[in-house]
């Protein structure tokens, strides 16, 4: 079973590569009605909570720059923004990387126990595979806010 979350993980982030491809740069910020952020956010999202989640699950070093967590964290905003965001293609280019190192990824690594275990809200994740399938069902919303945004600015 825990083969099965490993190859859902990268078919879920090829999914989302592919649907940033068709996305023009003049669309990745563009705030539709009804939305707190954009394209640009949400993707940048999906990228800092997976190498966060992944630092904690497995220990792997954070490969994102700094500025990520200002820019991406919960409860940011595009409109709250003082730097410049990465580009359309900086944040494929990690969308890519992140998909490379699920390779990495072993059944039994799945299984460990977290050093500690993680809370969010009422929810507590004790092993690693835990979290890591929270983080798939996480990237798995913001793909379908995504899929919403862009019907919306197209």
């Known amino acids: 079973m825990t083969q099965s979350i490993i190859h859902t993980g990268k078919v879920l982030r090829q999914i989302v590569i592919g649907q940033l491809q068709g996305v023009a740069e003049t669309q990745m910020d563009i705030q ?11 993707i940048g999202h999906m990228v800092y909570w997976l190498d966060k989640y992944a630092s904690l ?5 954070s490969d994102i720059p700094p500025q990520y967590e200002a820019l991406f964290n919960s409860g940011t905003k595009p ?12 944040l494929i280019g990690l969308l890519t990387a992140q998909l490379s190192r ?6 039994q690594m799945l299984e460990q126990e977290l050093q500690s275990p993680f809370a969010m809200g009422p929810f507590q994740f004790n092993t690693a595979g835990e979290l890591f399938n929270f983080a798939l069902m996480h990237e798995a919303i913001h793909l379908g806010v995504i899929s919403s945004q862009l019907k919306l600015v197209k």
């Open 102 to 107: 699920l390779s990495e990824l072993t059944p």
């Open 32 to 42: 539709p009605e009804g939305f707190s952020n954009t394209v640009r956010w949400n």
């Open 79 to 90: 409109s709250d923004w003082t730097v410049t965001p990465p580009s359309k293609d900086e």
């Open 57 to 61: 699950s497995f220990g792997f070093p």
